[in-house]
């Protein structure tokens, strides 16, 4: 079957019903449903936000507002089978609906949005922390202009460094961005508002927006 031999068979009142019946299955489960009733204060707020994030991935709304790459990379221990028996309540509640457009899409698209946060929170939590801050003894001399994900060029996408002597102080003010090594320890970090990191001189890394948003960086060299 594929997704273009399928006509959308659904509305929004089907996606809060799979909202609804599915988060109804995860608060009962033994594994998943202690770490929702530590880190929700408000279900219903959070059924909304979740028919919102649904209802933008199936139907092309845009009310969604949150940051899940975020928000699941600060969960304390997730695993890869809890994103596995996560996928496997959210398979059998779509199966329930008697809507197959909407199983279809929905199945696949939690598939890939589970693979992307388990890979995101792997990264982040096995890193070996980047420096956030500057040794003493520089001073700043200029600054790069604000980058968001229409205006940030390709060199910075792809391995690249700065000139001999030149630090760079990199500050994510909106979004979520990961900023990766291109050479040993190959460590990379997801960022998120208001974190830092700090680029040594002629240090190959690259950057990629994980969610939308804006950073800038400060350059800096040795006082002489
Ligand atoms: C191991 C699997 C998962 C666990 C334990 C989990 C747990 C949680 C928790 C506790 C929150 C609330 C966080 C907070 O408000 O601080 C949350 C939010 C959310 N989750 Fe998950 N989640 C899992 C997988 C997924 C998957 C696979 C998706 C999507 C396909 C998803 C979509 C969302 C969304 C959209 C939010 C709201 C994000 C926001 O507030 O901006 N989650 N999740």
């Not at 996560?86 to 589970?114: C, H, S, V």
Request: aromatic residues 10%.
């Amino acid at each position: 079957m594929t997704d273009s031999s399928l006509q959308a068979d659904y509305t929004e009142t089907d996606i809060r019903q799979l909202v609804t019946q599915f988060y109804a299955q995860v608060r009962q489960d033994g594994q998943l449903g202690p770490i929702f009733e530590q880190n929700v204060q408000n279900w219903d707020e959070h059924l909304d936000m979740l028919c919102d994030f649904w209802s933008a991935i199936l139907l092309g709304t845009r009310r969604f507002k949150g940051a899940p790459i975020a928000r699941h990379a600060a969960l304390p221990e997730l695993s890869w089978p809890l994103f596995e028996r996560w996928l496997e309540i959210f398979n059998q509640t779509t199966a329930t609906l008697g809507k197959p457009a909407l199983q279809y899409k929905a199945d696949a698209m939690a598939d890939r949005i589970a693979a992307k946060l388990w890979q995101t929170y792997q990264a982040q939590s096995s890193q070996t922390r980047l420096p956030d801050t500057l040794p003493p003894g520089l001073e700043r001399y200029s600054q790069s202009p604000v980058f968001t994900p229409d205006n940030l060029p390709d060199a910075l996408r792809r391995a690249h460094n700065t000139k001999s002597g030149t630090w760079g102080l990199l500050r994510v003010q909106t979004g979520v961005l990961r900023f990766a090594l291109d050479q040993e320890p190959f460590t990379e970090v997801v960022l998120t508002a208001g974190q830092c990191v700090a680029i040594e001189p002629q240090v190959l890394h690259h950057v990629e927006f994980e969610l939308p948003g804006s950073f800038q960086i400060e350059f800096f060299k040795q006082v002489r």
